[in-house]
């Protein structure tokens, strides 16, 4: 993959990602429409920059093949994702919308779930379909 197609991958995911969460979280858990854009957008920025370092580290762990990768190889790339985006996000969470260590956990929680099975699906989507080749650099 190259660099101009991880940074294509990276804002798609994020993009996709905020679009379902922002409205989500605003609906379910009550906090204000501009706290969690400002959030969303904060962290969707350090996720691009963690989704790129991290896609580059697991290629060269997992191998270049993204397409044949089962389900279990998959596994492992979305839960080690998360777990790196966890160490900033927490923090981040309790800080900015000014809540407990306990309310982000839980918060972080839901995020958590969504994200592992969100994750999961679009990279299997995203590397059978490839679309950045497909709608940029037709071979």
Known sequence: MTTIERIYQAIFFEIIALIIVVPTTVMVAGYAATDMLV??????FFAV??????NILFDKVAGLNRVKRHWGVRSIHAVGFELG?????????AWYLAITWREAIFLELGFLVFILIYTFIFNW?????QPYKKWCCKN
């Open 39 to 44: 959030v969303g957008a904060g962290l969707s």
């Open 49 to 54: 920059l963690w989704n790129y370092i991290y």
């Open 85 to 93: 985006m966890i160490v900033i996000t927490l923090p981040a969470l």
């Open 125 to 129: 989507l995203y590397d059978t379909y």
